[in-house]
Nanobody
Framework: QVQLVESGGGLVQPGGSLRLSCAAS????????IGWFRQAPGKEHEGVSC????????YYLDSVKGGFIISRDKEKNTVYLQMNSLRTEDTAVYYC??????????????????WGQGTKVTVSS
C-alpha cells in the first residue's frame, strides 16, 4: 500500500528552523513529483514546494522562496523540506503528497492523489 509519512514538525521560535521529512513506501520517489502543502486553521491547502520526478526542478511558494529548500534522498526514498527563517504565518499542518507517475509538479492540491497524515508546525515565541 502506497504510504507517505511526514515527520519533523514541532514548536519553534520565529527565525528558527525545522526540517520536515516525507518517507515514501511501496513506490520510489524517482518516478513521482512530490509536493509539500500546508493547511492553517480555517484555511485551504496551500502549495508550498514541489520537486519534480527527475529531481531536476523545484518550485516554491513566493512567500517561502529563499527560506525553504526541498530535496530528496533516493537511497532513503525520502523527500525533505528544510525550513529556515520561520515566521508565525508559517504555522500550519504540513503534508506531503504524490502526483501521478511521471507527471510534473502542480500547485493544486486536487491534482495529488496520495497524501500523508501531516505534521504540525507551530512558530511562536
Amino acid at each position: 500500500q502506497v504510504q507517505l509519512v511526514e515527520s519533523g514538525g514541532g514548536l519553534v521560535q520565529p527565525g528558527g528552523s525545522l526540517r520536515l521529512s516525507c518517507a515514501a513506501s511501496e513506490f520510489t520517489v524517482d518516478y513521482y513529483a512530490i509536493g509539500w502543502f500546508r493547511q492553517a486553521p480555517g484555511k485551504e491547502h496551500e502549495g508550498v514546494s514541489c520537486i519534480s520526478y527527475s529531481g531536476g526542478s523545484t518550485y516554491y511558494l513566493d512567500s517561502v522562496k529563499g527560506g525553504f529548500i526541498i530535496s530528496r534522498d533516493k537511497e532513503k526514498n525520502t523527500v525533505y523540506l528544510q525550513m529556515n527563517s520561520l515566521r508565525t504565518e508559517d504555522t500550519a499542518v504540513y503534508y506531503c503528497a504524490r502526483r501521478p507517475r511521471f507527471y510534473g509538479c502542480s500547485g493544486a492540491a486536487r491534482e495529488y492523489g496520495n497524501w500523508g497524515q501531516g505534521t504540525k508546525v507551530t512558530v511562536s515565541s
